[in-house]
C-alpha cells in the first residue's frame, strides 16, 4: 500500500532560525495536503497543493510540491514560538475513486525563546 | 471553533464494556470521517461517509461500527476493546469526498483497560 514518509520527525530550532520539513511518497500523489497539530489540539488544516512543481506561500509557510508529484515540502522562515507543534503531510493516491488519504508520522517543531 | 464537536471527550472502558462516541459537525459538509491517532503511529483513516453511505472501511476491526444517521451526525460505536484500541479518536469532515481541506473536531481520548 502507500506509504508516505516525513523527515525529520523532531526539529528544535531557536526562535527567528528557519525549518523545513519533508514528505515523500512510494507512489504518484493526486494532491498534498498540510495540517498543524497544536499540544493537546487536532490537525488543523493548512493548505493543498495539486500541481506538479506547485509554491504556494502563506506569510512566512512556503508548500513546494515536487515535479513528480511524489514529494513535498514545507518552510518556515523566522519562526516563532507560536509555530510549535507537529506538521503532517497526508498524500492522496492517482486513480480514479480513491478517497484515501495517507499522513505522514509528522514533524514535531520546538521552538526555544 | 472548528465546527466539528464530539463527545465525550474523554472515555474509560473495560474490554467487555459497550460505548459510544458522537460526532456532529455544523458546516453544512457532506463527507464524514472517523480517524484513530496513536502515539508514534500516523493518523489511520477508519472510516468513510459520504451523504451517509459509507464509501470506505480501511479493514478496521469489527469491534468498531460507524454510524452516520444523516450528514451532520456520526456515530462510533464500540465493543470489545482491547487495550491496544486505546487511543485518540477523531472525527472529520469535508464539503466532499474529494474536497481539500478536512476539518477536524477535538477527539475523544479513549483508554482500554
Known amino acids: 500500500g502507500q506509504q508516505v514518509m516525513q523527515i525529520p520527525q523532531y526539529q528544535h530550532v531557536q526562535e527567528g532560525e528557519d525549518f523545513t520539513t519533508y514528505c515523500n511518497s512510494s507512489t504518484t500523489l493526486s494532491n498534498i495536503q498540510w495540517y498543524k497539530q497544536r499540544p493537546g489540539g487536532h490537525p488543523v488544516f493548512l493548505i493543498q497543493?495539486?500541481?506538479?512543481?506547485e509554491v504556494k506561500k502563506q506569510k512566512r509557510l512556503t508548500f513546494q510540491f515536487g515535479e513528480a508529484k511524489k514529494n513535498s515540502s514545507l518552510h518556515i522562515t523566522a519562526t516563532q514560538t507560536t509555530d510549535v507543534g507537529t506538521y503532517f503531510c497526508a498524500g492522496r493516491p492517482s486513480g480514479a475513486g480513491s478517497y484515501q488519504l495517507t499522513f505522514g508520522k509528522g514533524t514535531k517543531l520546538s521552538v526555544i525563546p | 471553533e472548528t465546527g466539528v464537536t464530539q463527545t465525550p471527550r474523554h472515555l474509560v472502558m473495560g474490554m467487555t464494556n459497550k460505548k459510544s462516541l458522537k460526532c456532529e459537525q455544523h458546516l453544512g459538509h457532506n463527507a464524514m470521517y472517523w480517524y484513530k491517532q496513536s502515539a508514534k503511529k500516523p493518523l489511520e483513516l477508519m472510516f468513510v461517509y459520504s451523504l451517509e453511505e459509507r464509501v470506505e472501511n480501511n479493514s478496521v476491526p469489527s469491534r468498531f461500527s460507524p454510524e452516520c444517521p444523516n450528514s451532520s451526525h456520526l456515530f462510533l460505536h464500540l465493543h470489545t476493546l482491547q487495550p491496544e484500541d486505546s487511543a485518540l479518536y477523531l472525527c472529520a469532515s469535508s464539503q466532499g469526498i474529494s474536497d481539500p481541506g478536512a476539518f477536524f473536531g477535538p477527539g475523544t481520548r479513549l483508554t482500554v483497560l
Open positions: 497543493l495539486v500541481k506538479s512543481g
